[in-house]
């Protein structure tokens, strides 16, 4: 699931996941942080999910995925669409 909230100049994405599903850390990467894994790591929050937020430039486009332990590379189903084997967000 995907959560936005918009400011004057920059869109806050939230990457959000259910707690366990799948098992082990998840990041996501992507164009915005040059597909570096764990430099987002989705973390527990109160309400049993777990998620993190990146400040993107306003009217941009991204590709993303999450990485799973194990080297599980997988999408997300609300992405603004897909393309060449990842999510896309546009903002």
């Known amino acids: 699931m995907l959560e936005r909230k918009r400011r004057k100049s920059t869109t806050d994405v939230t990457f959000v996941l259910p707690e366990d599903i799948p098992p082990g850390p998840v990041s996501v990467v992507g164009t915005f942080n040059d597909w570096r894994p764990g430099a987002h790591v989705l973390v ?48």
């Open 44 to 91: 527990p929050r109160s309400d049993g999910k777990r998620a993190v937020t990146v400040a993107l430039p306003a009217r941009s486009t991204h590709s993303f995925r999450y990485l799973g332990a194990g080297d599980h590379w997988f999408d997300e189903a609300d992405a603004d669409g897909h393309e060449e084997g990842n999510s896309r967000l546009r903002l």
